[in-house]
């Protein structure tokens, strides 16, 4: 914490808190808007710039002792990355924000989405996404991902329902498997790797 923001009797300094006026979208694209935030300091007025997509959703799927992952190939590596399995929550920032416009539950449309990614990627139907976490990606970019577990489905007898371009490969790896290639790097998007083991762990517990 920095020493300004506190005084002499270890209380924080309110004054110095940003608190939010406005904002203004200088750039707005199918998926991503670049917006300006204005904030007041202390009273005065800073801007900061920001990057913005709509939600994601990503999923563990589990059955006994073991863990579904995909193999997919990334056009952004371009190489194959062990993955949770999962995708966007709106398939545009315009249908995102009509969304939050309706003043609806965003985790009630995250529990959709899932639903949808776990049939399309893995060939699965969902009966019932449990909540884990939400992961906010940093401060200057704001891409939410919505963690589900996912213990009760049936197979789907038309298996995945893969997108143009998507080539995915289902693997079922056991928890100590999963456990390892999180921590090896192996699951190369460090967030889901993190959250991963944290849902790992609390299994470990119970």
Same mark, same amino acid.
């Given at each position: 914490?920095?020493?300004?923001?506190?005084?002499?009797?270890?209380?924080?300094?309110?004054?110095?808190?940003?608190?939010?006026?406005?904002?203004?979208?200088?750039?707005?694209?199918?998926?991503?808007?670049?917006?300006?935030?204005?904030?007041?300091?202390?009273?005065?007025?800073?801007?900061?710039?920001?990057?913005?997509?709509?939600?994601?959703?990503?999923?563990?799927?589990?059955?006994?002792?073991?863990?579904?992952?995909?193999?997919?190939?990334?056009?952004?590596?371009?190489?194959?990355?062990?993955?949770?399995?999962?995708?966007?929550?709106?398939?545009?920032?315009?249908?995102? $924000?009509?969304? =939050?416009?309706? @003043?609806?539950?965003?985790?009630?449309?995250?529990? #959709?989405? /899932? *639903? +949808?990614? !776990? &049939?399309?990627?893995?060939?699965?139907?969902?009966?019932?996404?449990?909540?884990?976490?939400?992961?906010?990606?940093?401060?200057?970019?704001?891409?939410?991902?919505?963690?589900?577990?996912?213990?009760?489905?049936?197979?789907?007898?038309?298996?995945? $329902?893969?997108? =143009?371009?998507? @080539?995915?490969?289902?693997?079922?790896?056991?928890? #100590?498997? /999963? *456990? +390892?290639? !999180? &921590?090896?790097?192996?699951?190369?998007?460090?967030?889901?790797?993190?959250?991963?083991?944290?849902?790992?762990?609390?299994?470990?517990?119970?």
């Amino acid at each position: 914490m920095r020493q300004e923001t506190v005084t002499a009797n270890n209380q924080i300094n309110m004054s110095n808190i940003p608190k939010f006026i406005k904002e203004e979208v200088v750039y707005k694209g199918r998926m991503f808007e670049v917006v300006h935030m204005t904030y007041d300091i202390d009273g005065q007025e800073v801007t900061h710039e920001k990057s913005r997509r709509a939600p994601g959703t990503r999923l563990i799927i589990t059955k006994e002792e073991k863990v579904l992952l995909i193999n997919e190939y990334r056009s952004e590596l371009q190489d194959w990355d062990i993955r949770l399995p999962g995708g966007k929550v709106c398939d545009s920032l315009e249908e995102y $924000h009509e969304f =939050l416009s309706s @003043n609806m539950n965003i985790e009630d449309k995250a529990s #959709e989405g /899932a *639903k +949808k990614e !776990a &049939l399309e990627e893995v060939g699965i139907v969902a009966k019932k996404p449990n909540f884990f976490s939400i992961s906010t990606c940093g401060a200057s970019v704001i891409w939410d991902l919505y963690y589900f577990v996912i213990s009760e489905f049936e197979e789907h007898p038309n298996g995945q $329902h893969l997108e =143009l371009g998507e @080539n995915i490969e289902v693997k079922w790896v056991t928890k #100590e498997e /999963a *456990k +390892k290639m !999180a &921590l090896n790097g192996s699951i190369k998007e460090d967030r889901s790797a993190a959250v991963l083991l944290r849902f790992l762990n609390s299994v470990q517990k119970n």
